[in-house]
Every structure is written in structure tokens, then in C-alpha cells.
């Protein structure tokens, strides 16, 4: 790693350890990520904390982080979103494996085992993101699949695998365009619909990181492995063609008067670089990863907040700022490109 990459390094996690994440689950799950990806003691430490505290406020269903309502979730009733708390499972897992302690493995079985048991599932099975309308959101790829095939390596559970790579094909046969090979935001079961139907460049972020991710711990004798692998590879080679001359890829990928975005971006570079690294995907993408990766180091300000990142609930009109998440993404990205 440069010196120069190194101290933004050090600003950005900096700016993480310091923000107030207590109310947030997926953005601080991903910022988390981001710290144990930079291998220093006093972000580890931070991670430590985080840990410790999603534990201390998983609810009695084994839901991590106080299980809030989403106020973009919000319709006749108040719904919850099933899927995002479980993106904290991957610090919890971390923190069981380096210490043995048994309530971080207790932790995470509850979380697993409210998703497998708990959760709602569209009629094929399916796990839908939300506890009202039963929904398939893209986003779920990233904060459940990785975390299902991590949990099924450290217990034993193969039946882990199999959810992991399943709702990956799931995602696949719900949202993805057969045209374009990208991934659409939202599908709901009643009535059959897209309320949410752009191609969405964190929503495919969320896809293909979350693939890359999920790869990483799939047996390859898995008898899906193959199956996902397909999926990853088109996609990947979907995305490969949207990539902007700046370096960086449009907020909704197919439309290029969108603006460009920096947490999908990071997002890309980190999968194209971890694909290549794989022998997954050739050595083209990972030339894609550095030219991305070069143009989010100038994001970064003074004060280590990553620019032009889309904040939540993502789509088509969200406001560009900074976000927890986008920060953890560009530590991601850093670990691998650095």
C-alpha cells in the first residue's frame, strides 16, 4: 500500500470509529467490514466494540441491533426489514472465531436460525426482505448470502450453503434482466409488480459484491457452486460494459444522465478485483478495479468522508452525500487494490 493510500486509509476509518452508528444495522454492518479489512489494532478494537454492542442489543427473536422499523418500509403498518440486521453477523462470527467465546456463536445462531425458521418467504421459498408485503430486494444479496455460507463453514450447518447459494438464484430468477443482465431493485409477490424496478448501481453492487463474497466460502464441490458462478460471470460482464471513461459507473447504470456514483463504484472495483484474484474473471477487470479505485481516492476530503455516495433508501432519486457504508467500501476496496 502507498503512503498516500495509507493515510487516507487511516482518515476514513478514523471518520467510521467516530460517527455515531448506534441506530443504523446493513450501513454499519458494511462500515464494520471496511475496519477489519484494514488489520490495524485500534480499528479491530472498534470492531471489537461493535460486536459487543449488536450482541447486547439483539432482541428476543434474534434479530441484531434493536430490530427499528425502516421509515422507507412504511405503509398502512410499520414493517421491518428481515434481512439488513444479519449484515452485522460477519463482526460477530469474526469475534467468535478469534476468541471462542460462546455467546458471539450463540448470537449468531439466533440471527441464522430467525431467518431460516422466523423470516417470510415468497411462495417459492424465498426470503423476502421486509415483514410487510412480501418483497425480493437486491440489497439481501450482500447482507445474507456471504454471512449464510461464513456461518455454515464455523457450525457445520450445510443447510447454511444451500440457503446462501439458493437465494442467489432466487435474486437471479426474480430481478435479473434478461436484456441486460443487471439487476432490477424490487420485486413484490402481491400483486406480482416492481414497485422499485431500476437498474440501480449499489443495488448491483450489493449483487456482485455480495456473490464474490458468498464464493469465497462455497465448497466448490457445492452442487449450486457452478450455477452462481454462471450468475456472477454474466453479471460481472454486464457491469463491465457500463464502467464511465471517468472510472466510475452512473448511479442508475443504463441512464447516463444520472450522476456518477461512488459507493457502487467501490463496490465493482472491490468485485472485479477479488474475481481476478479468484482466476473467476480475466485480467481486464482488474485494470476496470484500479482505474475505479484511483478516481475514489479523490473523493475522499480532509476529513475522511467519502463524496458522492447515494444515501438511503438508494434509488433512482436519492440525494448524492456521505454514508457510514460508503467509508467501509472504500476500505474494502482499499484491502484488495492496495
Known sequence: M???????VGRVADNIVERDMENEDWEKGAAVNGL?????????????RIADRAVATQTSEGVFNYDDPKP???????????????????????????????RYLDAARRQYEHLRDDAKRTAEGCLSYTTGPVAV??????MICPWFARYA?????????????????????????????????????????????????RGNGWVCA??????AHLPEDHDRYDAVVDIFQGHAASLYELQDDSGLWHH?????DSPLETSATLQFAYTFKRGADAGLLPAKYER??????????????????????AVPPGGPDAPLDETSYGGGWFLMAADVLG
Open 72 to 102: 422507507w418500509l412504511h405503509g398502512e403498518d410499520i414493517h421491518r426489514a428481515q434481512c439488513e440486521p444479519a449484515t452485522l453477523g460477519h463482526v460477530v462470527l469474526e469475534f467468535y472465531e478469534r476468541t471462542q467465546d460462546e
Open 36 to 48: 477489519l479489512s484494514v488489520g490495524a489494532a485500534e480499528y479491530d478494537e472498534a470492531a471489537h
Open 252 to 256: 442508475i447504470l443504463d441512464y447516463p
Open 2 to 8: 502507498t503512503a498516500e493510500l495509507s493515510k487516507l
Open 210 to 215: 455480495g456473490t464474490v463474497d458468498t464464493l
Open 137 to 142: 430486494w437486491v440489497d439481501s444479496v450482500y
Open 153 to 201: 463453514g464455523v457450525t457445520g450447518d450445510a443447510q447454511a450453503y444451500d440457503e446462501a447459494a439458493a437465494h442467489i438464484e432466487d435474486q437471479a430468477y426474480y430481478l435479473q434482466d434478461h436484456k441486460s443482465g443487471l439487476f432490477r431493485h424490487e420485486w413484490r409477490e402481491t400483486p406480482d409488480t416492481f414497485p422499485e424496478s431500476s437498474l440501480w448501481a
Open 288 to 309: 476496470a478495479a484500479e482505474r475505479a479505485f484511483e478516481v475514489c481516492m479523490d473523493l475522499v476530503n480532509d476529513d475522511g468522508e467519502v463524496r458522492r455516495v
